[in-house]
C-alpha cells in the first residue's frame, strides 16, 4: 500500500485528519491494516477514528462519525491498559 499517496494534516494538536479519495471499501480497509501495522512495528498506540463513506457525505459529517469511532477506540485502549486510570468508568 503506497501511503505517500495520502497525505494527513494536523488537526488539533495531537489530532490528525486524513481523507483518502477515490478508494474502495477493501482498499479502505488495506490502508487502515497497513497504517496499523506500521505504528505497531514503531511501538506508536493511537486512537484511530475511522470512517467510510461509500456515497458523497459531507466532510464535517465523516468527521463527526471518525471522532465518535475515535473516542470509543481511546475508552477501549484505557480500559484495558493498567497503567492508567483515563476514561475508565
Known sequence: MELE????????GDEFLAIAEDVSADGFDALVETVRARLSDASCPMAMG?????EPCLVD?????A???????????????AASARYRG
Do not use: T
Open 50 to 54: 475511522l470512517h467510510y463513506a461509500a
Open 61 to 65: 459529517e465523516a468527521v463527526r462519525w
Open 67 to 81: 471522532d465518535g469511532a475515535m473516542y470509543e477506540d481511546k475508552r477501549a485502549y484505557y480500559s484495558s491498559h
Open 5 to 12: 499517496r495520502y497525505r494527513a494534516k494536523e488537526r488539533f
